[in-house]
């Protein structure tokens, strides 16, 4: 039976299922010495389980995807297209890579995840406010990344040169830099 998002995210509302107790959740509850425990009030602490669980997601400060501002969130971007395209040096080299070169090597499945990957970015970059002409700019390079990075050895090496989400990045930062500040 499917939650809707009203069970889900309103606190001490009505549910449409019975919370998690009563008579029907009852059973002998027995102790790990083998004894029968008795059937009466809980130690407070406890008395929660008795009401069932609620969680308010939407209001949560453990979100770390919440409550961002805008320049967190760019901040954000910025940090995982680095970790992706530019986190490690060949040594003796000035060559760099990141995790998107690593898991690519892992035939289709890597290609794949990095990727969804580098979808997420383009879905953070419109929920920043991008506009479609940008958006259809960044989702041309996750395209050309994924769909080169499929060829086998030519195909890992592109992916390391090409750096799909740091330009995405860079596009969204010059995009945003024009644009006037909202206070």
């Known amino acids: 039976m499917a939650m809707t998002e009203d069970d889900i995210f309103t606190p001490n509302a009505t549910r449409s299922r019975p ?10 509850v027995i102790d790990q010495d083998g004894r029968e425990l008795a059937d009466g009030p809980l130690h407070p602490q406890f008395q929660s389980f008795q009401q069932g669980f609620q969680f308010d997601f939407r209001n949560s400060s453990a979100n770390p995807f919440g409550n961002l501002t805008r320049e967190q969130r760019l901040q954000r971007l910025e940090m995982i ?61 996750v395209a050309v990344d994924g769909v ?36």
């Open 19 to 28: 919370p998690f107790g009563g008579a029907q959740a009852r059973s002998k």
């Open 81 to 141: 297209a680095k970790l992706l395209d530019v986190a490690f040096v060949v040594p003796g080299t000035n060559v760099r890579y990141g995790i998107d070169g690593l898991i690519g090597l892992i035939p289709v499945i890597g290609d794949i995840i990095t990727t969804a990957i580098s979808l997420w970015l383009v879905r953070e970059a419109r929920l920043l406010g991008a506009p479609w002409h940008i958006t259809a700019r960044m989702l041309a390079n």
């Open 148 to 183: 080169v990075g499929m060829v086998p050895v030519a195909g890992d090496a592109f992916d390391v040169m090409f750096r799909a989400n740091i330009r995405n990045v860079r596009m969204l930062r010059r995009w945003l830099d024009k644009q006037p500040r909202r206070e």
